[in-house]
């Protein structure tokens, strides 16, 4: 048995609490997945006293001083101060995994050129598809990704298609613990674009600039283009979309569309995710899940801690590494498609 | 650069050619993924005289011989003389790929005992199914998978609920292509219940017989079963399924269920393959894809080439190792469900 992989957590909000409750009730299966035990070496929090945690709880500063770490699990979220601690981190000699789409998205590329990142739950969750497009699909040829990357409006959408109104859906979401209390990220499609760009940068090998990806949110879908396209057979979905084409001219946006009720994104309830790839030779592929959730989010950083214990290269990571120098493509908006008409 | 990874290819059928190809066609994109060049030295068919390929041909004793080589994919099939030429390949210290679910279902454990195993391509070709269970969930618990795990028998339904008799849509599918001369190994459902015995194994982490597994096939399903169960809003499917339950008991059958229309099993058109895993924290997760085609099958045997290649573990291959010395686990049929019932 190979010695201890230590790590530690930044941020012990729902996801770093579940994934801390896991390292700990789980250790046994965890231990024979990874080869090694996975020790929890400490929890980095903002205001650490008279909390309780699974682990010593420490100030940020004082976790990445430690000596004795192998990976930083940074869940936290925002830009900074998590850009600094993943740097930091990175520049010590240690692994990275991280949630945080928002990062990932905008420096992602610099970041992983400091070491090995990966970032599996940065979108949708415990679906693979980071792995997938980053590792199972390296040497294919991708032509177009498209999903529901955004569980907070889907459900918001879903409770307007049975009647309610856009404010009433949004305060049921908040009090359920979906929405924020600013729930721009989220219906203004901040949230969506930035996984989005992750994914097109992996899927295209281009670099994507997450604010030059155009985005409709959902503020302003009404009753009336809900009833009027259920009428032509067509439910309203928040669709993020990319394609390329063999000239490498890339189109993408993140807005309401009109799909099919018989298409398979017609079907993508509450707060599930779903993505569609199309490759040249895995041909068409779809992924569907929870696309939010403590555990289900725990679940896809722990994959990427067993890859870490286990040596496995950060194929995700390297692959944005190697976007670093170039400039961020030019990024036109996708617009209606025949299949997937805007909704308004 | 690290040196190239020396190859060859046991079988040059649909997926065997289409394989090389690719290795040829798309030398730099692979060599960028892989981090090196993966170079095919040689083919090995029955009767290598006259016939054209991208590499050497020869016969496989010879192939074996060679000294040169890091990895052996082998895409003929069959149970013998494949595992002979697998084993000899792993004990002369060399990763294998194989497609053949036959193969691993009755023989992966001992198998991948001897050496590096990756079947990948096995089951539901470029579906990541495989590496998702061995890898990505690891630390899970998976309760349920299910799935449609051959495409010819899903076409033969299709065309069957478009009014076409059993031998009518059996004889179509072989002009097509998508059935053999012999078709038992589909219609009888020998080869979804191959299948679903590897995915087993991986999920619940027990040796599983593949012939312990109950199989109806769709020899009897009939136009009455067909229509009556449209009547009632349902479409007959070829369901492979495996459950466990707290207590380690496994229950696993492949047969003709009826599935509510509107659910996403029903809506798997074509040769496409599904595949639905509940986990305990990841939660649902749904998988579609090309069940079969040359290209998609390459895809997976090249996922896997790659990984060789970049020396990531070989999860599944290990996982099935750790049972190869316990006895098969009792399979018990799953019957009808109150969500898929038996077709009849």
Redesign the interface.
Known sequence: MRAPFRVAVIGLGNVGGALAR?LVD?AD??T???GRPIALEGIAVAHPEGRRAPAPLLLAAQLLAQRQLDAIVEVMGGLEPASTYISTALQAGRQVITANKQLVAAQGPPLACLGPLRF?ASVA????II??LA???????IGSIMGILNGTTNSILAAMAGGASYADALADARRRGLAEADPSADVDAHDPAAKLAILAMLAFRRRIDPSQIVRVGIRDVGADQIENGRRRGFVIKLIAAATTDDGGSIQADVRPRLVPA?A?MA?VHGAMNAIAVD????????????GA?P??A???V??DL??AA????A?AGSLLATLADAPPATVFPLGPTAQYPAAS
């Open positions: 896991r789980d299966r965890i024979m997945a990874a599996e969750s415990a679906i693979p792995e997938t590792d199972t699909l390296a040497a294919d040829r018989d398979p079907r490759a040249e030779y895995a041909g068409s592929l779809l992924f569907e899940g929870p959730g555990d289900a725990a679940s896809a722990l994959a067993i890859r286990k040596d496995v290269p194929s």
